[in-house]
């Protein structure tokens, strides 16, 4: 399965990889819900909210592996 990266937009991943949702969640980023998710990649939601790119990616790939 491919990996997740900063530069996808935040709807494609949580249509791909639907654990991704926990991530999300734990961040405090109700992305679903949010008119930005249609339009913005992930490194510019977790950057809005003050949240490291990076580490998001990583665990929600880490969350893919399992």
Known sequence: MAKVTK???????VQQHPEALAV???YGLGCIGCAAA???NL???A???G???DEMVAEI???IKE
């Open 38 to 40: 249609r339009f913005e």
């Open 61 to 63: 790939n880490s969350l």
């Open 51 to 53: 949240f490291d790119p």
């Open 7 to 13: 530069d996808m937009g935040i709807l494609d991943i």
């Open 47 to 49: 950057k809005v909210h």
């Open 43 to 45: 490194e510019a939601g």
């Open 24 to 26: 999300f969640q734990k």
